[in-house]
């Protein structure tokens, strides 16, 4: 699966010493396809899916896992997501987030 137009350069202006991380309530083979087929995988620290975390969002479960393997608080992250579950775990685990509605909701969904 391709990016939205422009992702792939907004993966690449993120500065070197930033840590990215991947949640997904898709499979972590996907993410990871999805990922390496755009030729960004490199720069993700932490890749996780559904079947890789206790719990899939809404739970912050996944969200929790990919922020201690990555080294990073709660309060020093911020969660980018397209749809309302992203933005309940987030606000469960204590992240800042961001929604996003070019991808599977519209911005009512995520307001």
Known sequence: AGFYPGIAQLIADVPPDVQLGALTNA????????????????????????????RPKPYPDGLRVTLDEMGVSNT?????????????????????SLGVSYGSHSYAALA
């Open 76 to 96: 020093d992250a911020v969660y980018v997501g397209d749809a309302p579950s992203d933005a309940m775990a987030a606000a469960r685990a204590g992240v800042a």
């Open 27 to 54: 499979a972590v083979a996907y993410a990871e396809a999805v990922l390496s087929a755009n030729n960004v995988r490199q720069r993700f620290t932490v890749v996780h899916g559904a079947d890789s975390v206790p």
